[in-house]
Structures are given as structure tokens and as C-alpha cells.
T-cell receptor, first 112, second 112 residues
Framework: GIQVEQSPPDLILQEGANSTLRCNFSDSVNNLQWFHQNPWGQLINLFYIPSGTKQNGRLSATTVATERYSLLYISSSQTTDSGVYFCAAHETGGTSYGKLTFGQGTILTVHP | NAGVTQTPKFQVLKTGQSMTLQCAQDMNHNSMYWYRQDPGMGLRLIYYSASEGTTDKGEVPNGYNVSRLNKREFSLRLESAAPSQTSVYFC???????????FGEGSRLTVL
């Protein structure tokens, strides 16, 4: 199966700072998702982004599938952004179930 | 719109006891999944069901069984719980149109 690696593993910010989280994947994927797991454990869909750039408020994501990476940008961070950010890649290869492989996550802590 | 609903949210078992985690989705998705999440790790796939009547093993199927009761429901059963199965379990369903995955809120299981 594919490998999904995220960096950095941990990130500490002051409120108002900007940050970039990176996700590299080892092989061809037919899609990529970013999730935020909040301190209560809920997994919240952020972006479903096979390629190109999407924006949602202070968050945006860019996937360059040919170079096998995706970036998540958080601008003007807030304490509510704290939690773990996961990227997950859908494998290609003719499978119909769309197995999703997760990275290890980036733990983000935003201090007031 | 409830999305993906899991029950119970919390459960404590003794070693050797059995239990079933229930999952239901109301989005008319064909594919459903069970993941487990352990501290410091991403999500690992236990079992999945590409459509009603079919199930397949994921990365970590040992000690678990599943049933795809109908299109809406996908249950996960622990026949003889072990402390190594202490984890947070997530059910998910996948949109056939976009491939996007949607998660339930998780079930925290402790095996003593």
C-alpha cells in the first residue's frame, strides 16, 4: 500500500500566526482528504482535494498530485484550530472500495 | 441530516466479553468502513464493505467480525475482547459520487 507522511509532527503557534502543514504520499492516489480532529475526538472534513487549490475561510489546501504532495494553510490561527490534522489518501489501482490511508497527523496547539 | 451514527459512544468490557458496535448512515452510500485509532497513530482500517452483502478485511482484522446488515447499517463485533482492542473506533461511509469519506463521532472502548 501507499505511504502517507505528514510534517511537522508537532506545531505550536501564537494566536494570529500562519502555518503550513505538509502531506507527502508515496504513490499515485486518486484523491486526498484533510481532516481536523478536535480535542473531543471528532473527525471533521476540511477538504477533499484531488488537485489544485481550495479555500474555506482561513483555511486553504493545495494538492500537486504529479509531485505527490498536499499542503494545508492555516491563516490567522485561533485557539479553536488546536487539535490534530490528518491527511488521508485514496489509493488507485482498480479497487472499488477506495481504501483511505492516513498519515500520522500533525498536532497543532494554538496559544492565546 | 444525521450523517453517520455510532453506538455506543463509550463501553468498558472485561477480557473475554463480547460486544457489537453499531453504525448507521443515512446518506445512501454503498461503501462503509470501520477504523480504529490508537494513541500516537493515525486511523487503521479494520474491515470495509464496498456494497450491501460484501465485506473485506483491512489492515488489522484479527479479533473482529463485521456484518453489513443492509445498505444503511454496518456492525463490528468483538467476540472475545482483549486489552489490545482498547481503542477508539470510527465508522465511516463513502460517497460514490465524489469518493469523500464521512466519519461518525467515534466509540471509545476500554477492555480491562
Amino acid at each position: 500500500g501507499i505511504q502517507v507522511e505528514q510534517s511537522p509532527p508537532d506545531l505550536i503557534l501564537q494566536e494570529g500566526a500562519n502555518s503550513t502543514l505538509r502531506c507527502n504520499f508515496s504513490d499515485s492516489v486518486n484523491n486526498l482528504q484533510w481532516f481536523h480532529q478536535n480535542p473531543w475526538g471528532q473527525l471533521i472534513n476540511l477538504f477533499y482535494i484531488p488537485s489544485g487549490t481550495k479555500q474555506n475561510g482561513r483555511l486553504s489546501a493545495t494538492t500537486v498530485a504529479t509531485e505527490r504532495y498536499s499542503l494545508l494553510y492555516i491563516s490567522s490561527s485561533q485557539t479553536t484550530d488546536s487539535g490534530v490534522y490528518f491527511c488521508a489518501a485514496h489509493e488507485t489501482g482498480g479497487t472499488s472500495y477506495g481504501k483511505l490511508t492516513f498519515g500520522q497527523g500533525t498536532i497543532l496547539t494554538v496559544h492565546p | 441530516n444525521a450523517g453517520v451514527t455510532q453506538t455506543p459512544k463509550f463501553q468498558v468490557l472485561k477480557t473475554g466479553q463480547s460486544m457489537t458496535l453499531q453504525c448507521a448512515q443515512d446518506m445512501n452510500h454503498n461503501s462503509m468502513y470501520w477504523y480504529r485509532q490508537d494513541p500516537g497513530m493515525g486511523l487503521r482500517l479494520i474491515y470495509y464493505s464496498a456494497s450491501e452483502g460484501t465485506t473485506d478485511k483491512g489492515e488489522v482484522p484479527n479479533g473482529y467480525n463485521v456484518s453489513r446488515l443492509n445498505k444503511r447499517e454496518f456492525s463490528l463485533r468483538l467476540e472475545s475482547a482483549a486489552p489490545s482492542q482498547t481503542s477508539v473506533y470510527f465508522c465511516a461511509s463513502r460517497s460514490g459520487n465524489t469518493g469523500e469519506l464521512f466519519f461518525g463521532e467515534g466509540s471509545r472502548l476500554t477492555v480491562l
